[in-house]
Every structure is written in structure tokens, then in C-alpha cells.
């Protein structure tokens, strides 16, 4: 049976990446997840309390992607990219505000709105859309681990621990920046793609950024929009004082957006990759009985440490960072610790090599296709190495330093 069920859990993986027969991601992980309960793998009182900390963070994943579109049908991801990339500042400008976005409104999110975005814009500039819209992607590894609402996997383990906002900002946020700006410098670096070779018609693709206008000007999107994304912010860090959870503050923004904008974003809501955790919620908690987790990620020194982000960012590769967080969980315990801080940055900065690494850059594979951007495995993976896999290091290099400082 654990021969099984570590068959299933990497089957479902694999099904969810591959999607044969052009089938929708989550057909072959639920498939999986069923028959690994019906042999017994797991029985339904131990899916159902598999799926316990799934609840909250998916929820919030149903209400974040569709409060992105809707301040993006609003404007404002246009409005912004015009402000941040005037002048000189140019690409730059994009890194910056793709790097916000993750941060504040999920890693996910920020693959389906601002992909498209920097892709219009590369069209209309005659960059190479590709090197672009490598942007939000790179990113989603990098700058997805300062806050607790800025990846699913985060918000899991707030579930599971109790971590709180404060202990990712001492434990994260710096490692993440530093990432951050290892990434910009290494990025600017890559050799310059051909200006027409993916380019294709201008005009091709219809751009979020041409909304703005329609609601008013560029000002007032920029000000209610960020007012709105302020507020946001403010209940995603202080929610929980009150008893509202993010998932409910994301919501809550979706209502006023909704009611602004007369539009209620149905295709947006992301009901297939919520389908995809949980299936392979069910897998990854039956696989992780027959698993050396706690092994692995025993000890506390900074050599520990080094070994924890390394293993889990291997496993997120491998296996997507979802699953691999979610057999680790149950090694971690119901209390925050310097295993928790390692295990978080190697899920989510680790899957910088392979584009099944993690549900983010799946999302990301999906909308170059529709976008009919021609884009290979091993262009994600040659990005990973020249930019995320450096920025990983330095990242975990400083929080290894804190944490011999005695800060994790």
C-alpha cells in the first residue's frame, strides 16, 4: 500500500501537469484521490481531516484571483505599469509592481493578470513577449513569502501552526527582498531575445490595460484602486484581531469591485486549481505515512537548516510544491519553528527549474497558450537557472544568517 499511494500521489502530479487527452488539470488527481481511498490507502474520516487545512487557503484562492481580474478590468494593473514604467525606469518599473502584487494579493493571482498585461505590452513596445512575461513567474517564486496571504502554501501552514503576519516578516520578508533583488539584477542580465520572434501581430492580443480609460482617468483608477488594495492590505494583516479571516477580506473587496465595476467575474474564480489541492491534499496525506519526513527535517542547527530548504525545494521540483508541503506538514507540528521558515522558503522559492514545480507556473503555461505566445520547458528552466536559482541561494543564505542570529 505505501508503494501505492507514493505511485498515486505522483501519477495525480503528473495528470495535473500533463493533462492527457486534453483533459481539464484536476480529472486525474481527483481520479487518483478516489482510488487511493477506495483501496484503502485513506480512509474518508482521514481525507476529510486531511482537507482541514486546505479550507481556509482555498477559499481565499477562490476569492483572490477574482478580486485581481476585477481591479484589473477596473484598470488599474494598466494605470500602475503606465506610472512605474515611465521614463527610464521601464522594465523595472514591471518587476517592481509584479513583485507587489505577489506579495500583497497571491502568487497566483498575480500569474493571471499581469502575464497578459506584460505580454500586450512587449506586442505594442516590439519586446519579446516571452522575456516579459517571464516577469510574474520568476517572481511568484521570489517575492511569494513575505506575507502569509501572498502563496497558498503560506496560508497552509498559518492553518496547520498558527504562524503568524509578524513571524513571516521577521523570518521572511527579508529573505525574500534580498531574492527579490538578486532576481532584478540577474534578470537584466539574460541575453536579449530577438524584439519580433514571439511577437506576433501587434494588436493580437486584447490587453488588460485598455480598461482604464472606460471607468474615468488614470488618477482616479490609480486612486480608488489603491485605496481599495490599501485596505486590502490593512484587513489581511489585522483581519484575524477581529475574527475576519483573508479569505473574507478578499470577499469583502470583490462585493465593493463588483458593485464598481457591475461585473461579476464567474470564468475567473479558479474552481479547477482548487479541485487540483485538494485531490492532492488527499494523495500527499496519504503518502506522507510512509514517508521519512520527520527525519529529513530533524535538527536545528543552520546546517539543518541548509539541508531542510534544500530537500523541500528538490521536492517542490519533483513533485510540485503543494504536495511536498503537504507531506511535510505533519512533521512540523502545531507550533511555528525554525523548520517551518526553511520548509516555507524551499516550497516556494525552490520551484525556480521546472515549470510543473508548482500550480502558479502551471496557470502561467496556460495563459502563454492562450495568449499564443510559443514558449518550451526548458525556456522556464534556463530562466530558473540564470535567475531564480541564484536568488534562491542568496535568499537562503540570509535566512540561514538569521537564523544563526537567533531570529528563526
Request: proline share 6%; hydrophobic share 55%.
Amino acid at each position: 500500500m505505501a508503494l501505492f499511494t507514493i505511485i498515486a500521489l505522483l501519477v495525480g502530479v503528473a495528470g495535473a501537469v500533463a493533462r492527457p487527452f486534453r483533459l481539464p488539470s484536476s480529472v486525474v488527481p481527483a481520479f487518483a484521490a478516489v482510488a487511493v481511498i477506495v483501496a484503502g490507502g485513506l480512509s474518508l474520516g482521514a481525507a476529510r481531516h486531511a482537507l482541514d487545512p486546505l479550507t481556509e487557503p482555498i477559499g481565499f484562492l477562490l476569492a483572490a484571483v477574482p478580486l485581481a481580474v476585477l481591479l484589473d478590468r477596473y484598470g488599474y494593473f494598466s494605470a500602475a505599469a503606465g506610472l512605474l514604467t515611465r521614463g527610464e525606469r521601464g522594465v523595472g518599473g514591471l518587476w517592481v509592481l509584479a513583485a507587489l502584487v505577489t506579495t500583497v494579493l497571491n502568487l497566483d493571482a498575480a500569474v493571471v493578470l499581469l502575464t497578459p498585461l506584460y505580454v500586450n505590452i512587449a506586442r505594442r513596445s516590439g519586446r519579446d513577449p516571452l522575456a516579459l512575461a517571464l516577469i510574474p513567474v520568476l517572481l511568484a517564486c521570489l517575492a511569494s513569502s513575505a506575507l502569509p496571504v501572498s502563496n497558498l502554501t503560506n496560508l497552509i501552514a498559518v492553518s496547520s501552526t498558527g504562524a503568524s503576519t509578524a513571524g513571516f516578516l521577521s523570518n521572511l520578508a527579508l529573505p525574500s527582498l534580498v531574492a527579490t533583488a538578486v532576481g532584478w539584477g540577474l534578470y537584466r542580465r539574460l541575453p536579449a531575445f530577438a524584439p519580433a520572434s514571439r511577437a506576433g501581430k501587434e494588436g493580437g492580443v486584447v490587453g488588460a490595460d485598455e480598461g482604464a480609460g472606460g471607468e474615468g482617468s488614470v488618477r482616479r483608477v490609480l486612486l480608488v484602486g489603491s485605496l481599495i488594495v490599501v485596505l486590502v492590505l490593512i484587513g489581511f494583516t489585522c483581519g484575524r484581531l477581529v475574527g475576519v479571516a483573508p479569505w473574507g477580506v478578499a470577499l469583502g473587496a470583490d462585493v465593493v469591485l463588483i458593485a464598481l465595476r457591475r461585473d461579476l467575474p464567474w470564468r475567473s474564480i479558479p474552481v479547477g486549481t482548487a479541485l487540483v489541492a485538494i485531490s492532492l491534499g488527499i494523495l500527499a496525506s496519504a503518502a506522507a505515512t510512509h514517508l521519512p519526513v520527520h527525519r529529513l527535517l530533524a535538527g536545528t542547527s543552520t546546517v539543518a537548516q541548509a539541508r531542510t530548504t534544500g530537500v523541500m525545494a528538490l521536492a517542490a521540483n519533483v513533485a510540485n510544491n503543494l504536495p511536498a508541503l503537504l507531506v511535510a506538514v505533519p512533521a512540523l507540528g502545531p507550533r511555528p519553528s525554525p523548520a517551518l521558515w526553511s520548509v516555507l522558503l524551499g516550497v516556494n522559492m525552490g520551484p525556480v527549474l521546472l515549470a510543473t514545480g508548482s500550480l502558479a507556473s502551471l496557470l502561467w503555461l496556460d495563459a502563454l497558450g492562450r495568449l499564443g505566445v510559443a514558449v518550451k520547458a526548458r525556456d522556464f528552466s534556463i530562466a530558473g537557472l540564470r535567475v531564480g536559482l541564484p536568488a534562491l541561494v542568496a535568499g537562503t543564505a540570509v535566512h540561514l544568517a538569521l537564523h544563526a542570529a537567533g531570529v528563526t
